[in-house]
């Protein structure tokens, strides 16, 4: 055999080598033939020579056996391994049966980690994450006014809708859009009301979403009568069945017919989710001339040389050029151009990223439970790690073995995650408000579930892992000769301040949820200056070419409001143009008579408000605080007359009394109206929004023909169903002008719920969160606690029999558990502190300092602290000392 | 007898080999010089096909190698039955006396076939 260099000899130390094999056992055969021929009487180089020749061609016999050497290794080492995992596999799988309650907890501890935080992360990736549905979304914006007020969001006005368009050079399309809306569909099957929004056709290009089907809108279509409309994906599949022949049939839009031109693609979505079809705006709509009523949404696209920054510049350019030249109108009034992405997710930011932190504390705290559990278990396993390493389990057999065990438990932790994760995600966007935008899209990202799978397994692995890392410094002799378990303190002091740090962030969670607990109640509890019970609405808006003059307008409503009180069910009735579902109200500054305002036009600053009807006040069980309410004789052609509420009334009159006094829009132009009433505050858009000042006007003593909108609020008797009710009005209004579908119906209630509704869902979540905190809280203060006393016995049973008294133990149990919680409190209430600024916004009528809040969570926490000492306590002292010394 | 073939067909040398080690574990030369000794030098194995064909069977299970020291103090791989090949040896053994049979009754037909002609 050739000689190996030393090398290779030790080169078999990592595994065996087939080639070098080979060459082996062909020299062998070699030299034994060769020996023989040498025996026959032949030399040896004839020997080599005929030997060789007989044998063939080595090399490639070489490498044909070591190829073959190969598989055979592979093969071998690949059963070997399998082997071991399968025995790996069966132990643990026996020892978690062993335990089936720690395997439990840790199960359900790494299934709700996961599936909790990946369901959220889910969620909150489709709402802020994910881009829009649109061509190259991050260059679309949404360009607002601003009002002098401050108001930063305000729509836009026509005339600035048709300038902008002309003006603009930062955006290669701007369009305006309005809605959504609700339309009535009448022909196609059943009469029902669609969701639909108006836009211009530039914003369909802005948008640069082609169509499933046909066309969008084009500039002819907002040049006739408008009678056009583009389909949404959903709404062509349950109308229309995906019917391809949809293109070119007429539906009954409010009355008008109406051809499908296109159908959108699914997932297109324009403004929010939920709009069915859209419609042109016509130019007619477009006055360039109206600069007060400010009613569009508008949306540009930017060009491809502009940026964000650029197109902010020069839109502030243009509104200074406009205030120059419409100083009347645009005095005081700027421009916002915001992303669309942002301007969509704004709202619903700091929600978001508060559920995000919250799951990353229940994360936290899973894993806190799931290591304090593998630790727990792990530190009395050392009497059986002794016995294995005796019997000859190297300790990286050991180790491997424990690794196997805590990933069986990942596993199956894992597949509950799996499992819970879309099943949280289904039941989260079941209670979710309607508010949220881009809610549709939510699937469960399976990144997230990666990542949070990657973190608790890591988790899992590396606690599970622990006990054999202590092997190393154990002393195994000791262990098998009875000595005491060699856990080194540290361990301890390790579990205990994870405990505490678990506590921690329980408390977090529970000062949270506690703090909007008690928003909610604060908002319950607001007094909304009117009687939202039983009150429903329902809101029109008058075509002006049929009612083209406020007599006209006033009439049809004083009629409609008749013919509503004489609807079964109906206590009392009335219309108000600035209420629920007609949005935010109209601004108007005015003049005092007799005074004259800082502002450069003379006039104090605007405010809103709002036409009635007589009975408004009554309808609504609102106060007047001082005069009268409005009256059948306050008509057109009697004695203007004005009601305003409290809040205007102190701001203006603090000293005085503003019964008596007058006031005018335009002093010169439009009379002189007289204060007749002061009415109490009313809360008419959302319990949580401060109501803002309010001047009140008889609807018959308008003078603008444009505000030809109402809604008209009906209070129901007790047990009667507002749905009915509104149907009835819905019939009742029909019979008075058949060409007039209402626009939106509901009941106040539910528009408030819908107001309110981002705050219960943060707050029901926040609760969720820390219900199950508490909960895997309890579960690791419970573990710690008793198996704590179960390494303790003999010490316990030493102090009993010296005359310690079943008291004295429990009380050090109990004692030992309040240390750990009230430590954990503490550390958990300075953290919410130092993070309540962050809720602050989110809060209503308390502060994120509360000190009831935190007195309650304290208690809460050694509530728990007690309930989880209780078993263990028990035990202790029922502890016979004799056994416990006896054995171990 | 096979001599002009390419050697002997590769079932067959299986079989001898494991024949061969039926009497006890021996290296690939011992293997060889035992199958030329037995068939009085008429099999020459070709060698070239005695290697590959031990490593085959011991990829297949049917052999086990093992090195150790061959009768002149060398280094020798060693190989032995597996309780597996012991199975295959029989299995083979039997497959090789049907075939030895039944191509013997071919060889001593008596009857012609329908379409030769008359004569041996």
Request: net charge neutral; charged share 20%.
């Given at each position: 055999?050739?000689?190996?260099?030393?090398?290779?000899?030790?080169?078999?130390?990592?595994?065996?080598?087939?080639?070098?094999?080979?060459?082996?056992?062909?020299?062998?055969h070699?030299?034994?033939?060769?020996?023989?021929?040498?025996?026959?009487?032949?030399?040896e180089?004839?020997?080599?020579?005929?030997?060789?020749?007989?044998?063939?061609?080595?090399?490639a016999i070489?490498?044909?056996?070591?190829?073959?050497?190969?598989?055979?290794?592979?093969?071998r080492?690949?059963r070997?391994?399998?082997?071991?995992?399968?025995?790996?596999?069966?132990?643990?799988?026996?020892?978690?049966?062993?335990?089936p309650?720690?395997?439990?907890m840790?199960?359900?501890?790494?299934?709700?980690?996961?599936?909790?935080?990946?369901?959220?992360?889910?969620?909150?990736?489709?709402?802020?994450?994910a881009?829009?549905p649109?061509?190259?979304?991050?260059r679309?914006?949404?360009?607002?006014e601003?009002?002098p007020?401050?108001a930063?969001?305000?729509v836009?006005?026509?005339?600035?809708?048709?300038?902008?368009?002309?003006?603009a050079?930062?955006?290669?399309?701007?369009?305006?859009?309005?809605?959504?809306?609700?339309?009535?569909?009448?022909?196609?099957?059943?009469?029902s009301?669609?969701?639909?929004?108006?836009?211009?056709?530039?914003?369909?290009?802005?948008?640069?979403?082609?169509p499933?089907?046909g066309?969008?809108?084009?500039d002819?279509?907002?040049?006739?009568?408008?009678d056009?409309?583009?389909?949404?994906?959903?709404?062509?599949?349950?109308?229309?069945?995906?019917?391809?022949?949809?293109?070119?049939?007429?539906?009954?839009?409010?009355?008008?017919?109406?051809?499908?031109v296109?159908?959108?693609?699914?997932g297109?979505?324009?403004?929010?989710q939920?709009?069915?079809?859209?419609l042109?705006i016509?130019?007619?709509?477009?006055?360039?001339?109206?600069?007060?009523?400010?009613?569009?949404?508008?949306?540009?696209?930017?060009?491809?040389?502009?940026?964000l920054?650029g197109?902010?510049?020069?839109?502030?350019?243009?509104?200074?050029?406009?205030?120059?030249?419409?100083?009347?109108?645009?005095?005081?009034w700027?421009?916002?151009?915001?992303?669309l992405?942002?301007?969509?997710?704004?709202?619903?930011?700091?929600?978001?990223?508060?559920?995000?932190?919250?799951?990353?504390?229940?994360?936290?705290?899973?894993?806190?439970?799931?290591?304090?559990l593998l630790?727990?278990?792990?530190v009395?396993?050392?009497r059986?790690?002794a016995?294995?390493?005796?019997?000859?389990?190297?300790?990286g057999?050991?180790?491997?073995?424990?690794?196997?065990?805590?990933a069986?438990?990942?596993?199956?932790?894992?597949?509950?995650?799996?499992?819970?994760?879309?099943?949280?995600?289904?039941?989260?966007?079941?209670?979710?408000?309607?508010?949220?935008?881009?809610?549709?899209?939510a699937?469960?990202?399976a990144?997230?579930?990666l990542?949070?799978?990657?973190?608790?397994?890591?988790?899992?692995?590396?606690?599970?892992?622990?006990?054999?890392?202590?092997l190393?410094?154990?002393?195994?002799?000791?262990?098998?000769?009875?000595?005491?378990?060699?856990?080194?303190?540290?361990?301890?002091?390790?579990?205990?301040?994870?405990?505490?740090a678990?506590?921690?962030?329980?408390?977090?969670?529970?000062?949270?949820?506690?703090?909007?607990?008690?928003?909610f109640?604060?908002?319950?509890?607001?007094?909304l200056g009117?009687?939202?019970?039983?009150l429903?609405?329902?809101?029109?808006?008058l075509?002006?070419?049929?009612?083209?003059?406020?007599?006209?307008?006033?009439?049809?409503?004083?009629?409609?409001?008749?013919?509503?009180?004489?609807?079964?069910?109906?206590?009392?009735?009335a219309?108000?143009?600035?209420g629920?579902?007609?949005?935010?109200?109209?601004?108007?500054?005015?003049?005092?008579?007799?005074?004259?305002?800082q502002?450069?036009?003379?006039?104090?600053d605007?405010?809103?408000?709002?036409?009635?009807?007589p009975?408004?006040?009554?309808?609504?069980r609102?106060?007047?605080?001082?005069?009268r309410?409005?009256?059948?004789?306050?008509?057109?052609?009697?004695?203007?007359?004005?009601?305003?509420?409290?809040?205007?009334?102190?701001?203006?009159w603090?000293?005085?009394?503003?019964?008596?006094?007058?006031?005018?829009?335009?002093?010169?132009?439009?009379?002189?109206?007289?204060?007749?009433?002061?009415a109490?505050?009313?809360?008419?858009e959302s319990?949580?929004?401060?109501?803002?000042?309010?001047?009140?006007?008889?609807?018959?003593?308008?003078?603008w023909?444009?505000?030809?909108?109402?809604?008209?609020?009906?209070?129901?008797g007790?047990?009667?169903?507002?749905?009915?009710?509104?149907?009835a009005?819905r019939?009742?209004?029909?019979?008075?002008?058949?060409d007039?579908?209402?626009?939106s119906?509901?009941?106040?209630?539910?528009?408030?719920?819908?107001?309110?509704?981002?705050?219960?869902?943060?707050?029901?979540?926040?609760?969720?969160?820390?219900?199950?905190?508490?909960?895997?809280?309890?579960?690791?203060?419970?573990?710690?606690?008793s198996?704590?006393?179960?390494r303790?016995?003999?010490?316990?049973?030493v102090?009993?029999?010296?005359?310690?008294?079943?008291?004295?133990?429990?009380?050090r149990?109990?004692?030992?558990?309040?240390?750990?919680?009230?430590?954990?409190?503490?550390l958990?209430?300075?953290?919410?502190?130092?993070?309540?600024?962050?809720?602050?916004?989110?809060?209503?009528g308390?502060?994120?300092?509360?000190?009831?809040?935190?007195?309650?969570?304290?208690l809460?926490?050694?509530t728990?602290?007690?309930?989880?000492?209780?078993?263990?306590?028990w035990?202790?002292?029922?502890?016979?000392?004799?056994?416990?010394?006896r054995?171990? | 007898?096979?001599?002009?073939d390419?050697?002997?067909?590769?079932?067959?040398?299986?079989?001898?080999?494991?024949?061969?080690?039926?009497?006890?574990?021996?290296?690939g030369?011992?293997i060889?010089?035992?199958?030329?000794?037995?068939?009085?030098?008429?099999?020459?194995?070709?060698?070239?096909?005695?290697?590959?064909a031990?490593?085959?069977?011991?990829?297949?299970?049917?052999?086990?190698?093992?090195?150790?020291?061959?009768?002149?103090?060398?280094?020798?791989?060693?190989?032995?039955?597996?309780?597996?090949?012991?199975?295959?040896?029989?299995?083979?053994?039997?497959?090789?006396?049907?075939?030895?049979?039944?191509?013997?009754?071919?060889?001593?037909?008596?009857?012609?076939?329908?379409?030769?002609?008359?004569?041996?």
């Amino acid at each position: 055999m050739k000689d190996q260099p030393v090398w290779r000899r030790y080169a078999r130390i990592f595994g065996a080598d087939p080639e070098a094999d080979a060459d082996a056992e062909l020299q062998f055969h070699l030299a034994m033939r060769i020996r023989d021929y040498m025996a026959r009487g032949m030399s040896e180089q004839e020997a080599r020579a005929a030997a060789e020749a007989r044998l063939g061609d080595l090399a490639a016999i070489r490498r044909e056996c070591a190829a073959t050497g190969v598989k055979t290794e592979r093969r071998r080492s690949r059963r070997e391994r399998l082997g071991s995992l399968r025995q790996d596999l069966h132990y643990g799988a026996r020892a978690l049966v062993r335990a089936p309650g720690f395997a439990l907890m840790a199960v359900l501890t790494l299934a709700v980690g996961i599936g909790a935080t990946t369901a959220i992360f889910s969620l909150v990736h489709a709402v802020l994450l994910a881009p829009l549905p649109y061509g190259e979304p991050d260059r679309l914006v949404r360009i607002y006014e601003t009002s002098p007020q401050g108001a930063d969001r305000t729509v836009v006005s026509p005339g600035n809708v048709v300038d902008w368009t002309e003006r603009a050079r930062s955006f290669s399309q701007l369009g305006a859009f309005s809605g959504p809306y609700g339309v009535s569909l009448t022909g196609s099957g059943d009469p029902s009301r669609v969701t639909a929004a108006e836009i211009q056709p530039a914003v369909a290009h802005a948008l640069g979403v082609p169509p499933r089907l046909g066309r969008v809108f084009v500039d002819e279509d907002a040049e006739g009568a408008g009678d056009v409309t583009v389909l949404s994906h959903a709404f062509w599949q349950e109308r229309f069945g995906e019917d391809p022949d949809v293109l070119g049939r007429r539906i009954v839009l409010n009355d008008h017919p109406t051809t499908i031109v296109g159908v959108m693609g699914p997932g297109f979505d324009f403004p929010r989710q939920g709009v069915e079809l859209w419609l042109p705006i016509v130019a007619a709509r477009i006055d360039p001339n109206e600069r007060r009523s400010h009613n569009f949404g508008v949306v540009a696209r930017l060009a491809p040389s502009a940026t964000l920054e650029g197109a902010r510049a020069e839109m502030e350019t243009i509104a200074r050029l406009l205030e120059q030249e419409h100083p009347e109108f645009m005095t005081g009034w700027g421009v916002n151009v915001v992303g669309l992405h942002d301007d969509i997710t704004a709202s619903v930011r700091p929600l978001l990223i508060l559920l995000l932190c919250g799951v990353c504390v229940v994360l936290l705290i899973a894993c806190g439970n799931l290591a304090n559990l593998l630790l727990a278990r792990g530190v009395g396993r050392d009497r059986e790690f002794a016995v294995r390493g005796a019997l000859g389990a190297g300790r990286g057999r050991i180790a491997r073995q424990l690794l196997t065990e805590s990933a069986l438990l990942a596993l199956m932790g894992g597949a509950g995650a799996v499992l819970l994760a879309p099943a949280l995600l289904g039941g989260l966007l079941d209670v979710a408000p309607a508010g949220i935008p881009r809610l549709d899209g939510a699937t469960i990202d399976a990144r997230m579930l990666l990542f949070t799978g990657g973190v608790t397994v890591a988790c899992a692995l590396l606690f599970g892992l622990a006990p054999a890392l202590r092997l190393a410094r154990a002393n195994l002799q000791g262990l098998l000769r009875g000595a005491r378990d060699a856990s080194p303190a540290g361990h301890a002091r390790l579990r205990g301040g994870l405990l505490i740090a678990q506590v921690a962030l329980s408390v977090l969670l529970l000062v949270g949820t506690g703090l909007f607990v008690r928003s909610f109640a604060a908002m319950q509890a607001t007094e909304l200056g009117f009687d939202e019970a039983g009150l429903s609405y329902i809101t029109v808006n008058l075509p002006l070419p049929r009612y083209p003059e406020s007599p006209q307008q006033s009439d049809f409503y004083h009629r409609l409001v008749e013919r509503a009180q004489q609807v079964p069910g109906v206590l009392s009735a009335a219309g108000t143009s600035h209420g629920p579902g007609t949005g935010a109200g109209m601004t108007f500054s005015f003049a005092i008579e007799g005074r004259v305002a800082q502002n450069a036009s003379g006039r104090e600053d605007d405010e809103l408000l709002t036409a009635v009807t007589p009975g408004y006040f009554q309808a609504l069980r609102q106060r007047i605080v001082r005069g009268r309410a409005f009256e059948e004789r306050d008509r057109a052609d009697a004695v203007p007359v004005v009601i305003i509420s409290e809040s205007l009334a102190r701001k203006h009159w603090p000293e005085g009394d503003a019964l008596g006094e007058r006031i005018s829009f335009r002093p010169g132009e439009t009379p002189w109206m007289e204060i007749v009433g002061v009415a109490e505050d009313a809360r008419i858009e959302s319990p949580d929004v401060e109501p803002r000042p309010l001047i009140y006007i008889p609807f018959a003593q308008k003078s603008w023909d444009w505000l030809t909108f109402m809604s008209i609020v009906t209070r129901v008797g007790e047990g009667v169903d507002p749905a009915s009710v509104n149907v009835a009005l819905r019939a009742a209004m029909l019979e008075l002008d058949p060409d007039l579908p209402p626009l939106s119906m509901g009941t106040v209630r539910e528009a408030f719920r819908g107001n309110t509704a981002s705050r219960s869902f943060a707050m029901t979540l926040v609760a969720g969160f820390a219900a199950i905190a508490l909960l895997l809280s309890v579960v690791g203060l419970y573990g710690f606690l008793s198996y704590a006393v179960l390494r303790q016995r003999q010490e316990i049973g030493v102090r009993l029999a010296l005359g310690a008294t079943g008291r004295d133990v429990v009380w050090r149990v109990l004692g030992r558990s309040l240390k750990l919680s009230l430590a954990g409190a503490a550390l958990g209430t300075l953290a919410a502190a130092g993070a309540s600024s962050i809720v602050e916004s989110m809060l209503y009528g308390v502060s994120a300092l509360d000190t009831w809040t935190y007195v309650l969570t304290v208690l809460v926490v050694m509530t728990i602290a007690l309930a989880a000492a209780f078993i263990p306590a028990w035990q202790a002292a029922h502890i016979s000392p004799l056994q416990a010394l006896r054995s171990e | 007898m096979f001599e002009d073939d390419r050697g002997l067909l590769q079932g067959t040398l299986d079989l001898l080999i494991l024949k061969t080690l039926c009497w006890g574990p021996a290296h690939g030369y011992g293997i060889a010089r035992w199958i030329e000794h037995t068939t009085d030098d008429a099999l020459s194995v070709e060698e070239g096909s005695l290697y590959p064909a031990l490593h085959r069977m011991e990829s297949k299970g049917w052999i086990e190698p093992e090195w150790g020291i061959s009768e002149n103090n060398r280094k020798a791989k060693f190989y032995r039955l597996t309780t597996e090949g012991h199975a295959q040896f029989a299995r083979k053994t039997r497959g090789w006396e049907r075939l030895v049979r039944v191509v013997d009754s071919a060889l001593s037909a008596r009857e012609a076939p329908a379409w030769a002609e008359q004569g041996p």
